[in-house]
């Protein structure tokens, strides 16, 4: 992006010397840029990133090391230092157009803000177990996130949720209730994702959604959850392809969403076809449903493949699935092993033609005209 940024602010000054563009215009494009360079994410603010993490939990790692042989005081302040000086230290920094820098230290921050809940819960016996650490570092993250209004530190919040939703569902804090409460953070974290301008929080709070529902279908009726997924997914995806612009202002997802819609819409017919898998050979609703989802991919595909290429190779994989799936299903008895190893080197050898093929005419002009 740094690249790309410094071309076209070349470009704009190039333009306004040729007379194409006014100063008023030029100023409003170098700013444009500008802010779009602060919200993304290069090569080196992601190295920047991973060494913040590592850097964090290096130091939490040599406190609980040492944890008895510190004086009680000097942990607690040694803690609160190292979250006020990422946090006051990367705002600094930021303020100095050292961006990467002082989002990576607002990270170390965060991931001392959660080895701070542990130790000092443990320390003084705190009431409370570790699904209820997690929502507290969830919570103090996002309202940094918002205080700060930081994209990674909005990105790491949803993560922390994801792992407080499956650890409730599955994991060591496993307990009778399903952790409905997942919908309600998504929903905050997804409208300070606006406030934030992290779009990469949006996308991933999108995905942590479809695997909530996954969740909820395992936990309950795997029907009641999986029809209505297709049915808004689809309705989603129309919407998305058919009124692009004024639906992308307002989930803000980059003209992503169709990409999303499609994931959901597999998804819920995957879930279908497991459901009635075990029924195939006396019950249509399998054979209706991996009609619908082959119909779905052609439709995704023809519909929004030329403009996406994530799309395509997501309608690629859910082809690959469904190819798979029903042979599972409804062939597996017929055949033998060498029948079963003949119809896979078929079965592939369609997919890749049939990949060739879409590739090349998503490539071709359309109507003679340059490519898309």
């Known amino acids: 992006m740094a690249g790309y940024a410094t071309r076209v602010r070349a470009d704009i000054a190039r333009w306004r010397e040729a007379g194409l563009i006014d100063a008023a215009t030029a100023d409003a494009l170098a700013r444009d840029v500008a802010a779009n360079e602060r919200t993304s994410l290069s090569f080196g603010s992601i190295l920047a990133m991973m060494a913040a993490l590592l850097f964090g939990a290096a130091i939490l790692i040599f406190v609980a090391a040492n944890w008895e042989a510190i004086p009680r005081l000097a942990r ?5 230092a190292v979250i006020v000086g990422g946090y006051v230290g990367g705002a600094l920094l930021k303020t100095r157009d050292h961006a990467a820098i002082g989002e990576a230290l607002w990270v170390v921050a965060a991931a001392a803000f959660g080895g701070s809940i542990a130790l000092i819960g443990q320390m003084y016996h705190l009431s409370g177990d570790e699904a209820a650490a997690l929502l507290t570092w969830c919570a103090g993250t996002a309202l940094a996130a918002v205080a700060l209004r930081s994209n990674p530190l909005t990105v790491a919040a ?3 949720a994801d792992a407080w939703l499956f650890l409730k569902w599955g994991g060591f804090f496993r307990r009778a209730e399903f952790p409905y409460l997942f919908a309600a953070i998504a929903l905050v974290l997804f409208a300070i994702s606006f406030w934030t301008r992290s779009q990469a929080a949006r996308h991933l709070i999108v995905l942590s959604i479809l695997f909530y529902l996954v969740l909820l279908a395992i936990d309950h009726n795997t029907l009641q959850v999986a029809i209505p997924l297709v049915l808004v997914s689809a309705a989603l995806f129309a919407a998305a392809i058919f009124a692009a612009e004024p639906v992308d202002r307002i989930v803000q997802l980059g003209g992503r969403l169709p990409l999303h819609a499609l994931i959901g819409f597999l998804t819920g017919l995957a879930m279908v076809q497991f459901e009635l898998g075990d029924e195939a050979s006396y019950n249509s609703g399998f ?9 779905g991919i052609v439709a995704a595909i023809m519909l929004g493949g030329r403009e996406s290429r994530g799309l395509r190779w997501v309608a690629y994989a859910g082809f690959a699935f469904e190819l798979a799936i029903i ?8 055949l033998d092993t060498a029948g079963f190893f003949l119809s896979a ?13 879409v590739e090349k005419r998503m490539k071709t002009p359309a109507g003679g005209g340059a490519a898309a």
């Open 76 to 80: 607690v302040a040694a803690l609160f």
């Open 158 to 160: 949803v993560g922390i």
């Open 287 to 295: 054979a209706i449903a991996s009609a619908t989802a082959l119909a």
């Open 327 to 334: 042979y599972v299903v409804m062939l597996q008895s017929m």
């Open 345 to 357: 080197a078929v079965l592939l050898g369609i997919l890749a033609l049939v990949i060739i093929r």
